[in-house]
């Protein structure tokens, strides 16, 4: 089960329908018969226990419940191709990057964006990095409340990173970077700030401790370094269990 949740919520659902699915083949095989509209709610219902079982969230379980009958309200309508390829394209554009990484999108609270402001050293002239920024929520935010610092937010989904662009335009000391957080040298930043995902927690922080300069901070939004504990905890509004781990290096 550990590694299951270690899996993006993407893959999981789609474990999840997958499962369901083959379930429903083997009933058939042993010779159960029953209406279409029944093996589209048996489809819903074991896709959603699955969804359950490997920790999706109630939005993603939500959507598990909906799919069935949806493909079923579209088998056979008479749909383009091209309509496919280019749902195709789009969800590419919005979660590919979060495939390759491993990193779901995740979005922080309004409540998590007023207590970062508040973990931001006081001096002028800090630099801020949202590593893995989805639709720039913090970076913009950040960016208005310290017209004195400068925020850098790196995505790594083109859709995301356009929305997260457009949204800090009006900021000048807001930047939004596409590509791979990996690849960013955070030498130059006093506060580094994530909200990803477990599976790349220790090969993030051993990036920030031989970058980052001492007397940096490294925040993590709800999860935890293995075998690090943090200096504060902050709870959060939001998603459960959701809080602010915070390192001072």
Known sequence: MSLLRRLPPVLRALLAQALAFAVLVALVRVGLRFPPLIW????????VFLSRWMALSSRWVFMQAALPFLVRALWGAPIPAWVYLALFLALALIFGGGLLTRVPLYHASRDAWEKLESLLPAT??????????????????????????????????????????L????????????????????ATFDVAFAFLSPVPMPALWAKTRREMKPGSRFISHS?????????????????????????DL
């Open 40 to 47: 589209v709610l048996l489809q819903a219902v074991l896709a």
């Open 124 to 165: 002028s002239g800090l630099n801020f990095v949202d590593l893995g920024c989805g639709f720039g929520g913090p970076v913009a935010h950040l960016a208005k409340a310290r017209p004195d610092g400068v925020f850098v937010g790196i995505e790594a989904s083109p859709f995301s990173w356009l929305v997260a662009w």
């Open 167 to 186: 949204r800090c335009l009006p900021r000048p000391n807001a930047h939004i970077r596409l590509g791979s957080l990996w690849r960013a040298d955070l």
């Open 223 to 247: 999860f935890e370094v293995p075998g690090e504990t943090p200096h504060r905890v902050i709870p959060v509004k939001g998603r459960d269990g959701a809080r602010l781990l915070v390192w």
